[in-house]
T-cell receptor
Framework: DVKVTQSSRYLVKRTGEKVFLECVQD?????MFWYRQDPGLGLRLIYF???????EKGDIPEGYSVSREKKERFSLILESASTNQTSMYLC?????????????FGNGTRLTVT | AQSVTQPDIHITVSEGASLELRCNYS??????LFWYVQSPGQGLQLLLK??????LVQGIKGFEAEFKRSQSSFNLRKPSVHWSDAAEYFC????????????FGTGTRLTIIP
């Protein structure tokens, strides 16, 4: 079974802090994704990566950056956390097929910025 | 651009009753369609997917969905719900060739009453 592991389940940070959310997958998937989930808004794509050191902006990249130095690890970085970034963050991975393929999700990191 | 609408924010059904969750999509060509379920405190789990072929798709946990091109719909059904089906359900649409991102709907929260 594919396992996508997010390093923290809950995180509380202060406004202005630099925040790192880590995600690791163990199935050698090429694609990795970061989504943000908010009530009434569903899941919105922040960034995705289809290969090591490759990244593309999703629908809401402002205020975020990402890093993918190894195939299995995809990090989401909040350069200067703000209260409007309080949310549930979901990492996902999938195989590279050239078309949309099912995503495998981690259990999420609930981030609170105070 | 592709989009997904889940018109029902919250649905309540009695245990043992039938269930239908609605999903409408907007996409110019043949879409790839997915239903995911999210139990409280968990990530999203794939229930079923439609890529092509038979328009009635069977998934896990006794769920099925029917692709209706004429109505741009992909509704999720279950003949008899169990208390453990209480969760949030997300419909998602993807594309073939060249785009491996999924666009998610805003979700439908399902409550089961005894």
């Amino acid at each position: 079974d594919v396992k996508v592991t997010q390093s923290s389940r809950y995180l509380v940070k202060r406004t202005g802090e630099k925040v790192f959310l880590e995600c690791v997958q163990d199935m050698d998937h090429e694609n990795m994704f970061w989504y943000r989930q908010d009530p009434g808004l569903g899941l919105r794509l922040i960034y995705f990566s289809y290969d090591v050191k490759m990244k593309e902006k999703g629908d809401i990249p402002e205020g975020y950056s990402v890093s993918r130095e190894k195939k299995e690890r995809f990090s989401l970085i909040l350069e200067s956390a703000s209260t409007n970034q309080t949310s549930m963050y979901l990492c996902a991975s999938s195989t590279r097929t050239g078309r949309s393929s099912p995503l495998h999700f981690g259990n999420g990191t609930r981030l609170t910025v105070t | 651009a592709q989009s997904v609408t889940q018109p029902d924010i919250h649905i309540t059904v009695s245990e043992g009753a039938s269930l239908e969750l609605r999903c409408n999509y907007s996409y110019g060509a043949t879409p790839y369609l997915f239903w995911y379920v999210q139990s409280p405190g968990q990530g999203l789990q794939l229930l079923l997917k439609y890529f092509s072929g038979d328009t009635l798709v069977q998934g896990i946990k006794g769920f099925e969905a029917e692709f209706k091109r004429s109505q741009s719909s992909f509704n999720l059904r279950k003949p008899s719900v169990h208390w453990s089906d209480a969760a949030e359900y997300f419909c998602a649409v993807g594309r073939d060739f060249g785009n491996e991102k999924l666009t998610f709907g805003t979700g439908t929260r399902l409550t089961i009453i005894p």
